[in-house]
Structure formats: structure tokens, C-alpha cells
């Protein structure tokens, strides 16, 4: 299987910082990688496919990069309602599997 | 609008059994394939099965031969038969309908989880 890692595992940050999140894959995916955000409580939700396509409705701050084994998600300007935990998925094989996720806390 | 909604979680004993159900709408049921994701509390997340739209279905190895998927499309309903129950079983399963093709799949639509508790 496939294996996704994410760092970091916490990300303190502020309102308005510029944030930046990895996801490495344990071998070549292409452009197969979609980001979710989690809120406790609640369903993730995606933000971004394909390794940079935005989902509908999602805000433009969120971006997306990479390809092969190495992914990044951005958020250019951060909001209050973005501390979250945030997810990196792997979609080249069936055997689908998640990065262990980012938790991005208030600083 | 999709909706998906998920619901047959309980608190079970280890050896037991138990069938989780997952209805939807807003999309043509019998077109698409569905999954079930898991997550254990206070953990990321776990693809369990997908199922396509043909039928044709797909495991993780921790629950190969114990969990069954399955469809029915004259009820626009997914389930989940879970067999042989382990404590490491416990966890929030999500039923969520995939976007993509030829099995690269993302996950677009989710339920809002129903909870399995495997415990004595």
C-alpha cells in the first residue's frame, strides 16, 4: 500500500499568517491527491483534487501543489474558521489511504 | 443537493455483528459507486470498502473477509454487514460518494458518520 505522510503533525499559527502544509507519498501518485478539512465533530470535507483543483465553494486562500510524491497545501491568509485538522488522500490505487492528518491550532 | 446519510452504529460485543445502512439523494444512486470510510476516536482517517456501480467491490486488508459491502439500487440504500467484530473496530464509519473514475476516486460527499462501538 501506499503510505502518506504529512507534516507537520501541529501547525500553531495566527489569523492572517500564510500556512503550509506536506503531504509525501511513499511512491509516485501523479497528480492523484485531494485535501480534506475536518472539524471535531463533523465529516471532513474536500478542498482540493487532482493535487491543486479547488472544489466548488471552497475559498481561493486554500491552494494546492505538487505532484509525484511530494504535495502541498497552502493557505495564503488564515481565517478564524480555518483551525481545523486537515488531511492529504491518495487516490493513483484503490487501496485508498490518508495521511495521519495536521492539526492547525491558534497560537 | 446530495445528501448522504448513514445510520445502524451500536455498541456491540467482540465477536459480534452488526449492518450499517447509508441512504442518499440529490444524484442517480445506481450510477455511481460509494464507500465507507472509518475513523477510531481520536484518530485520522481509514478507507474500509468501496463498491462500484457495476457491483464489482474492494476491501482493506484489516477487514478482508469480515465486512461485506453491498447495494441495493430499488432502495437507493449501501450497507455495510459487519462480521467477526473487534474492539480495534470501533470507530465513526462514514458513507461517502466518491468523484472520479476507473476506481481514482476522491471523496466528494460525506454522511455524518454513525458510531460503532465494539466493547464488552
Known amino acids: 500500500d501506499i503510505q502518506m505522510t504529512q507534516s507537520p503533525s501541529t501547525l500553531s499559527a495566527s489569523v492572517g499568517d500564510r500556512v503550509t502544509i506536506t503531504c509525501r507519498a511513499s511512491?509516485?501518485?501523479?497528480?492523484?491527491l485531494a485535501w480534506y478539512q475536518q472539524k471535531p465533530g463533523k465529516s471532513p470535507n474536500v478542498l482540493i483534487y487532482?493535487?491543486?483543483t479547488l472544489e466548488s465553494g471552497v475559498p481561493s486562500r486554500f491552494s494546492g501543489s505538487g505532484s509525484g510524491t511530494e504535495f502541498t497545501l497552502t493557505i495564503s491568509s488564515l481565517q478564524p474558521d480555518d483551525f481545523a485538522t486537515y488531511y492529504c488522500?491518495?487516490?493513483?490505487?484503490?487501496?485508498?489511504?490518508f495521511g495521519q492528518g495536521t492539526k492547525l491550532e491558534m497560537k | 443537493e446530495v445528501q448522504v446519510l448513514d445510520s445502524g452504529g451500536d455498541l456491540v460485543q467482540p465477536g459480534g455483528s452488526l449492518r450499517l445502512s447509508c441512504t442518499v439523494s440529490?444524484?442517480?444512486?445506481?450510477?455511481?459507486?460509494m464507500t465507507w470510510v472509518r475513523q477510531a476516536p481520536g484518530k485520522g482517517l481509514e478507507w474500509v470498502s468501496t463498491?462500484?456501480?457495476?457491483?464489482?467491490?474492494f476491501y482493506a486488508d484489516s477487514v478482508k473477509g469480515r465486512f461485506t459491502i453491498s447495494r441495493d439500487n430499488s432502495k437507493i440504500t449501501l450497507y455495510l454487514q459487519m462480521s467477526s467484530l473487534r474492539p480495534e473496530d470501533t470507530a465513526v464509519y462514514y458513507c461517502?460518494?466518491?468523484?472520479?473514475?476507473?476506481?481514482?476516486?476522491?471523496?466528494?460527499?460525506w454522511g455524518q458518520g454513525t458510531l460503532v462501538t465494539v466493547s464488552s
Open positions: 488522500q491518495q487516490y493513483n490505487t484503490y487501496v485508498y489511504t
Open positions: 461517502a460518494k466518491p468523484s472520479g473514475q476507473n476506481l481514482q476516486y476522491y471523496f466528494e460527499f
Open positions: 511512491q509516485s501518485i501523479g497528480s492523484w
Open positions: 463498491i462500484t456501480a457495476r457491483g464489482a467491490t
Open positions: 487532482k493535487a491543486s
Open positions: 440529490g444524484f442517480i444512486f445506481s450510477n455511481t459507486a
